[in-house]
Nanobody, 125 residues
Framework: HVQLVESGGDLVRPGGSLRLSCTSSDFAFADKPMGWFRQAPGKEREGVAA?????????YYADSVKGRFTISPGNDKNTLYLQMNTLQPDDTAMYYC??????????????????WGQGTQVTVS
């Protein structure tokens, strides 16, 4: 059973920054797509950012976070980061890490991942 663990969520003022982390002790973050998603109360889960951890390092970002958020891998092969700058109240949500693409190719910023973490709460107020 693959376990993804998110951390780094917090209460932050508008304009502030946070860095979220996703780790796993039993899943190698290499050569495959991974993503960050979020879900606010009363809203559907939406893709925030995704990256293919192969040599292309292809990334996708939701329009609402382009230029503010950056997805990147850690130097080890078991950490994925989401750097969030210029946070706004609309960014308030539970943020989830996802791994192991299970959808049709080409992959993209869609929720067709097999493994999901429990989430970390980000509140901008």
């Amino acid at each position: 059973h693959v376990q993804l663990v998110e951390s780094g969520g917090d209460l932050v003022r508008p304009g502030g920054s946070l860095r979220l982390s996703c780790t796993s002790s039993d899943f190698a973050f290499a050569d495959k797509p991974m993503g960050w998603f979020r879900q606010a109360p009363g809203k559907e889960r939406e893709g925030v950012a995704a990256i293919d951890l192969d040599s292309t390092a292809t990334t996708y970002y939701a329009d609402s976070v382009k230029g503010r958020f950056t997805i990147s891998p850690g130097n080890d092969k078991n950490t994925l980061y989401l750097q969030m700058n210029t946070l706004q109240p609309d960014d308030t949500a539970m943020y989830y890490c996802a791994a192991e693409w299970a959808g049709r190719r080409p992959w993209g910023l869609r929720a067709d991942f097999t493994y999901w973490g429990q989430g970390t709460q980000v509140t901008v107020s």
